[in-house]
C-alpha cells in the first residue's frame, strides 16, 4: 500500500505542476509601469501583424519601427516560410530597413515587438543604434510554449552590452500570448 500511495503521490503532484504550468492557467503579467499609452497602442499593431504571420503559415511575432510617433517599418517573422533562420521579427525588420534610414533616425526611434527579444534580435537592436524597444509578450511565457527555448531577458542581455537600451514591457501581454495559445500546440 506504502508504493501505490507514494506512487499517487507523485502522479498527483506530476498533474498539478502539468495543469499549473500549462500556456491556458499562467498569470498575466501587469503591464509595466513605463508602457504609455501610444505604446499600447503600436503593441497592438505589433499583435495583428503577429495574428497574420501566422496566418501565413510562419511563426506568431512582429515587429515596428517608429520614429516620433509615426511607423516606419513593419516586418512579420517570416523565417518559416523563407527557410532564412534569422529572419526574426526584429533581425528582418533591421536588416530589411537600416539600408534605407539614416543612422540618426534609428537612435531617435522605438521598435515595438510582440514579445521579447531573443539573443539574436537584441546584437541586431544594439548595432542598429536604437535606445527603445517595447515589448508585448516575456521571454519566459514562451517557454512554456517551446519546451527547448530557454528565453533570457533581454534586461539581462542589454545590461551586459548597454545598459543605455531602455527596456519596456510586458505590456497588453494577454492579448499577446491569446495569439500564441493559438498557433503553437500544433507546432514545435
Not at 136 to 144: D, W
Request: aromatic content about 10%; some cysteine.
Amino acid at each position: 500500500m506504502k508504493g501505490s500511495q507514494g506512487k499517487l503521490l507523485i502522479l498527483l503532484g506530476f498533474l498539478f505542476l502539468v495543469k499549473t504550468t500549462s500556456p491556458q492557467s499562467f498569470s498575466v503579467l501587469p503591464d509595466d509601469p513605463m508602457a504609455t499609452e501610444e505604446d499600447k497602442q503600436f503593441i497592438l499593431r505589433t499583435y495583428q501583424l503577429a495574428r497574420t504571420a501566422s496566418e501565413n503559415g510562419n511563426r506568431p511575432f512582429a515587429a515596428i519601427l517608429v520614429h516620433k510617433g509615426e511607423v516606419l517599418a513593419e516586418f512579420q517573422s517570416s523565417s518559416t516560410s523563407t527557410g532564412d533562420i534569422t529572419k526574426h521579427d526584429v533581425t528582418g525588420l533591421i536588416s530589411q530597413f537600416s539600408p534605407e534610414l539614416d543612422r540618426s533616425i534609428w537612435q531617435e526611434s522605438v521598435i515595438y515587438t510582440s514579445t521579447e527579444p531573443c539573443v539574436m534580435c537584441c546584437g541586431a537592436i544594439y548595432w542598429s543604434g536604437v535606445s527603445r524597444v517595447v515589448y508585448g509578450v516575456t521571454a519566459r511565457k514562451l517557454e512554456s510554449f517551446l519546451p527547448n527555448y530557454h528565453g533570457i531577458s533581454s534586461r539581462e542581455i542589454f545590461e551586459k552590452i548597454n545598459n543605455e537600451i531602455v527596456v519596456v514591457g510586458p505590456v497588453l501581454e494577454a492579448k499577446g500570448l491569446e495569439i500564441h495559445q493559438q498557433y503553437w500546440p500544433n507546432r514545435k
